[in-house]
């Protein structure tokens, strides 16, 4: 025997009927989940384009202060009153004009230290006192500056103790 479902006074639904109304509700809800997935695709794909998005911006900003930093190692370089500073100074110091124009490099660009090496690997002047007399032969971007003419290195300073991208020119 079969249980009573109906309610006294109702008019009696047949089974068949029950079963095309379940049947319409499942059909509801897969649209809506169906829906619904298309909307998280939708977002996701949304998300990965802001990403990228932000992403490209942050890659333009950083070649950009990155050639401005090429740029400023191509004028120290090739500046002749630099040379002759860093050429009349000894034990590894150069004076200290030289030292507040690298503090302002230093502060112009937004980086942590600006400093310059002699052929040997030693610092020579910096935006940094901590850095000047320090050797940094041993470092991958004094080398490959030195192999190359020019590099770019991601590390960890062993004076700052900071995460940085260390730029040579040689």
Known sequence: MQPDFSVQGAIPVPRQRWTVIALCVLIVLVLLLVQLST??????????????????TQQQTLRVNLDLIRGYAHFLSNDERICQDLNTHKQGKGSEELNKALVQIAS????NAAFLLDANGLCVASSKPSFVGNNYSFRPYFIR????????????????KQLGIYFGLA
């Open 108 to 111: 112009l660009n937004e980086v």
């Open 145 to 160: 500056a030195l192999q190359n003419g020019e590099s770019l290195y991601v590390a960890q300073g062993v004076t700052s």
């Open 39 to 56: 909307l998280r695709q939708a977002s996701l794909k949304f998300g990965i384009a802001h990403n990228r998005h932000a992403l490209d």
